[in-house]
């Protein structure tokens, strides 16, 4: 069974910076597309970043148009772990972060992280 945790939430003021942690036990995860999807109060989740093994040609990444150019999601294969580069920092950016993982091949997500939550505070 696989499990997703992340870490390194928390507070921060307008244009500051975090980074999401998001650790994966039970499987090597490094064929999966590891996604970030994020919830805030009272709105459904959204989509946030992808990072997608496409074999021969690499990696690709893709963003939603509310955080391109101000996040960045990376992944470390010998740590199964992928990471949320999150930059200038928006009020608007406050939700509860979840890392996601889904079987290569496919379009949706098997498993779910629990969630962290964010805070930005202007």
């Known amino acids: 069974q696989v499990q997703l945790v992340e870490s390194g939430g928390g507070l921060v003021q307008a244009g500051g910076s975090l980074r999401l942690s998001c650790a994966a036990s039970?499987?090597?995860?490094?064929?999966?597309?590891m996604g970030w999807f994020r919830q805030a109060p009272g709105k459904e989740r959204e989509f946030v970043a992808a990072?997608?093994?496409?074999?021969?040609?690499?990696?690709?990444?893709n963003y939603a148009d509310s955080v391109k150019g101000r996040f960045t999601v990376s992944r470390d294969y010998a740590k199964n772990t992928v990471y949320l580069q999150m930059n200038s920092l928006k009020p608007e950016d406050t939700a509860v972060y979840y890392c996601?993982?889904?079987?290569?091949?496919?379009?949706?997500?098997?498993?779910w992280g629990q969630g962290i939550q964010v805070t930005v505070s202007s």
């Open positions: 990072i997608k093994w496409t074999g021969w040609t690499g990696e690709r990444t």
């Open positions: 039970g499987r090597t995860l490094s064929s999966y597309n």
């Open positions: 996601t993982a889904g079987a290569p091949g496919t379009a949706g997500y098997d498993y």
